[in-house]
């Protein structure tokens, strides 16, 4: 196997290595200096509100900046900081134990509020809010944390519940969860295999990035098709080759969906 | 290069970072060579394979026929092109053959007098090299997935047994029968492996997700158990809680300096932990595709600057920077699922083992010779063998 650029140690090298022309055409961004948030901001603007009715907060899955930024260990990382910080919400989806959404706390706030406008289990959730935000940075709650950490009582715990900020984990524990977001995991999965058969069907099981971004999508997608991209590549489910041509996404055998 | 080697003659530099940044230099240009060639004996997949410590020129291979093979991995002939031979074999007419798939195999790590083998036929063989008899053979109840004695060990000569059975065996080769039980696992045990700093340290990764380490001084229990969220309960479902993999964990590797343990497991991960606390040290390396049934054998490089880890993937073997995560490459050239590696310290090579019965030798690329020096060369003449110009002077003349 040849190599055009033979690999190199950072000990030997003296001068960066100039990106590839594919790179400058596409303006996919490499940097050294990973910026998290701002990676986070335009991943939120390709999610699509309207379809929604505006209900949901944006949500993005952490796998997705890992198809922005090559190095997967410090995006763990700052995300963990900003999680830390109080900006940051992640849930655990269902679907899979691998995949976790991400979504501003400030947003996530001010659409529960809105959600929950006009019922009784408004203050309920403005208390739990008020707990979870600032301090709390954990997945999951079980009873215990809950009666003696946070004060709530019984009804309380069941409130919380029926407004969906809590999902049944087993018994006695609950996942953090945003309300709503069954019909987004309804989609983002239906529209995430639709995407994914797409590849599949084409010639080789190949297509290049910028031809699927202009495809026609079916019914069955219902995202932005760059929101999509930016999870198969993250989660490994297509292989990325850079060519002359720009990206090319290769179906990887040996998928389940 | 040359900047390191004026370093290390002037005293600038400590010796070690010249070998250090050249070794580097060297696995990152690790390449299929045509002149660099294993014999090729098994009829079968090669399942395991094995570098003796000491002087690094022979190694063993054990196949899914159940033939274990010895090559000599050293170029006495002066030429370029050279092929492993075997030295010895105990194939299929050998009486004491394995019934069944060898799974492991591992060189005695004081001498080449003897080697372990382990087998699917339920039975693992301490083997005397110069007959290639068995001296000593221990039963077990089920399939042996995998062994492994102590590189460090001077107190103790156990070998630990990972079989079908949850409980982890440890064989006395002084004694010759199993002494000691170690209990704690729930599934089979895929993978096992000694600490190569601290001679009472065992590591075992088993099917039933867990990977737990051991001090064999102790009666009660293990040490540890990895734990893939670092205590952080509520990141894992209910029953997902303390495991180190999501799948089953099939494989374990200390890093030289026994200071981490890499593990990989059927979730498609491969994780660091700190081997004396247990923490996970989150390094993401990405989808690590495994779909091994039985136990990965993987390696870790020694000597180099960032240490590499090469996991075999599919088809090929991916290289990993040991603590940035980042893929570096992917060594392609088997035709079938590769099995096993092994990395050569002294001439960071790696050998590579897989289902299509091939291993494949990944040689550091040598510096092409100048192209003018070649031309040059062939202007003199015919008659006069080529001169490395370094070692040519302007006084000495051709015709007298």
Redesign the interface.
């Known amino acids: 196997?040849s190599r055009k650029r033979?690999?190199?140690?950072?000990?030997?090298c003296l001068m960066k290595r100039r990106r590839s022309a594919a790179d400058a055409v596409t303006g996919d961004s490499h940097e050294g200096a990973a910026d998290i948030r701002s990676s986070l901001q335009n991943l939120m603007t390709l999610f699509s509100r309207k379809l929604f009715n505006d209900s949901l907060p944006p949500v993005v899955l952490k796998h997705q900046l890992?198809s922005l930024h090559?190095?997967?260990?410090s995006?763990?990382?700052q995300l963990n900081e900003l999680r830390a910080s109080g900006e940051l919400l992640m849930f655990?989806l269902g679907f899979d134990?691998?995949a976790f959404a991400l979504v501003f706390a400030e947003d996530y706030r001010a659409k529960v509020l809105q959600g929950e406008a006009g019922r009784e289990t408004l203050e309920t959730v403005e208390k739990f809010l008020d707990k979870l935000i600032p301090g709390c940075s954990?997945?999951?709650?079980?009873k215990e944390k809950m009666l003696k950490e946070f004060l709530f009582t019984d009804s309380e715990i069941t409130q919380l519940v029926k407004s969906g900020v809590l999902t049944v984990?087993?018994a006695g524990?609950w996942w953090l969860s945003i309300p709503n977001s069954g019909k987004f995991i309804k989609y983002f999965i239906k529209g995430r295999k639709a995407v994914l058969g797409m590849v599949k069907k084409s010639k080789y099981g190949e297509i290049l990035k910028t031809e699927l971004e202009g495809r026609r999508t079916t019914s069955h997608v219902k995202f932005q098709m760059k929101y999509h991209i930016h999870d198969i590549v993250g989660?490994?489910l297509v292989e990325c080759i850079q060519t002359t041509s720009g990206t090319l996404l290769r179906y990887v055998d040996?998928n389940i969906n | 290069?040359l900047s390191f080697l004026y370093a290390r003659q002037s005293g600038l530099d400590d010796p070690v970072r010249l070998r250090r940044?050249e070794s580097?230099?060297r696995v990152?240009?690790l390449?299929?060579n045509h002149n660099r060639d294993v014999a090729r004996v098994h009829g079968n997949g090669i399942n395991t394979l094995d570098i003796e410590v000491i002087d690094g020129r022979y190694m063993l291979s054990g196949g899914s026929d159940g033939v274990i093979v010895i090559y000599d991995l050293e170029n006495n002939s002066k030429k370029l092109q050279y092929s492993c031979k075997t030295v010895c074999t105990v194939g299929r007419s050998s009486r004491h053959v394995h019934k069944f798939s060898v799974e492991t195999v591992q060189w005695y790590p004081h001498d080449t007098g003897m080697f372990v083998s382990s087998s699917f036929d339920k039975t693992m063989k301490v083997w005397d090299t110069e007959t290639l008899k068995p001296a000593e053979e221990f039963q077990f109840d089920g399939n042996v997935y995998c062994h492994h004695m102590s590189p460090v060990a001077r107190k103790h000569s156990l070998i630990a047994v990972g079989t079908k059975d949850p409980k982890v065996q440890l064989c006395d080769l002084k004694s010759g029968s199993c002494i000691h039980i170690l209990q704690g696992h729930r599934g089979e045990i895929l993978s096992v492996r000694w600490s190569p700093r601290y001679e009472h340290i065992l590591a075992t990764a088993s099917t039933d997700s867990r990977v737990r380490v051991w001090d064999v001084r102790r009666a009660s229990g293990s040490l540890f158990t990895l734990d893939q969220h670092n205590g952080?309960?509520?990141?894992?479902?209910?029953e997902?809680v303390n495991t180190a993999h999501?799948g089953r964990a099939n494989g374990l590797c200390f890093t030289a300096d026994g200071l981490h343990l890499l593990t990989t497991g059927t979730?498609d991960r491969m994780r660091l932990w700190n081997s004396a606390t247990g923490e996970n040290t989150?390094?993401?390396?990405?989808?690590v595709?495994n779909?091994s049934r039985k136990g990965l054998k993987f390696t870790v490089s020694r000597g180099c600057?960032?240490e590499f880890v090469f996991v075999p993937c599919?088809t090929s073997v991916a290289v990993y920077g040991l603590h940035?995560?980042?893929l570096?490459?992917m060594l392609?050239?088997h035709y079938n699922n590769v099995d096993c590696c092994e990395f050569h310290t002294d001439y960071q090579e790696l050998y590579s083992g897989g289902k299509d019965c091939n291993i494949l030798a990944w040689v550091p690329?040598l510096r092409q010779p100048d192209i003018e020096d070649e031309e040059n060369n062939s202007k003199r003449g015919g008659t006069q063998a080529a001169v490395n110009p370094a070692f040519e002077d302007a006084w000495s003349s051709d015709e007298g």
């Open positions: 196997m033979a690999l190199i140690a950072d000990t030997f890992y090559s190095d997967k260990t995006v763990d990382k655990q134990s691998e954990d997945l999951s709650f079980n984990r087993d524990s989660a490994e040996g | 290069m940044a580097t230099r990152l240009s390449e299929l952080d309960k509520s990141k894992a479902s209910s997902a999501n979730d989150l390094v993401n390396y990405g989808k595709v779909e600057s960032p599919g940035s995560g980042e570096i490459t392609r050239g690329v």
